[in-house]
């Protein structure tokens, strides 16, 4: 055939085709992107221990907690479960974050396909001024997942130390 013919037919077919670049071929790697799994929550110093984020308030930096999360893949072919239980440490915004790159046959978006529980616990204040715990357990979440980048965000609910004595001149009875 003409190479100019060629040339001139090939958009044609081109359109009735779903065509994809080739991909070199990794072995090991799955058709699936790999799942990236966050878990993160804050700390704050509920000043006028009232259980809850006030003006007075403020996040602790240097607080720390413990991370307890479960991830259990179901599929026809395999049940696997995951445990994890790590030690975290507030940064200066009061946030602690655990990173999970990936977990090999753990589509995390797929709400069918994996069973999470995630649980913080408080251990320690980093300051005196702020250190008996109010809210020292917490295994409520709330998860954003994004199917596209297969990215799950759980964020836990906020935990908190409060001072010894309550300030009656700032937060009254």
Partial sequence: MNPLTMLLILPFFTQFLEVEP?????????KFPISQISVMGFVYCDFC?????SRHSYFLPGAEVKVDCMFKALSAKTSEQITLSVNRTTNKYGMYKLEIPSIDGIR???DSEVVSTCQANLIG???SSCNVPGYKSTSNVVAVKARRTNLCIYSLNALNF??????ITLCGK
Wanted: proline share 8%; net charge positive; glycine share 4%.
């Fill in 22 to 30: 080739a991909r070199p071929k990794v072995l090991g790697k799955t």
């Fill in 49 to 53: 221990s009232n259980n809850s984020f």
């Fill in 108 to 110: 995390c978006a797929e």
């Fill in 125 to 127: 204040s980093s300051t």
């Fill in 162 to 167: 409060r001072p010894t004595k309550k300030d």
